[in-house]
């Protein structure tokens, strides 16, 4: 069993940074798939970013340029840098773990584990 705890949301202006953290316990996250994804009030979840237990890295289109996750398993951690933040980017974010252990899907549902979510809000 994986347990994730978020951190690092708030409230930041138009164009403004904030980096996300996602804190990791109960199993090494190394082998893992991990992602990062938002919902928006009255919007599904979506995927923002994901990133295999390689290093490889996949994005929404809608923050590719913007936002880099990364990981550091020896912390057992993952973390969203947010640049260039729109309001749009305004949603309760979300850290997902995966553990079949292969790629990093896209899809909220091929998520076994999650976080409790940290709110982001941009304000224009």
């Known amino acids: 069993q994986v347990q994730l705890v978020e951190s690092g949301g708030g409230l930041v202006q138009t164009g403004g940074s904030l980096r996300l953290s996602c804190a990791a316990s109960g199993r090494t996250i190394s082998s893992y798939a991990m992602g990062w994804f938002r919902q928006a009030p009255g919007k599904e979840r979506e995927f923002v970013a994901a990133i295999s237990r390689a290093g490889s890295k996949y994005y929404a289109d809608s923050v590719k340029g913007r936002f880099i996750i990364s990981r550091d398993n020896a912390k057992n951690m993952v973390y969203l840098q947010m640049s260039s933040l729109k309001p749009e980017d305004t949603a309760v974010y979300y850290c997902?773990?995966?553990?079949?252990?292969?790629?990093?899907?896209?899809?909220?549902?091929?998520?076994?584990?999650w976080g409790q979510g940290t709110q982001v809000t941009v304000s224009s």
């Open positions: 997902a773990a995966d553990d079949r252990g292969y790629g990093a899907s896209t899809t909220a549902n091929e998520y076994n584990y």
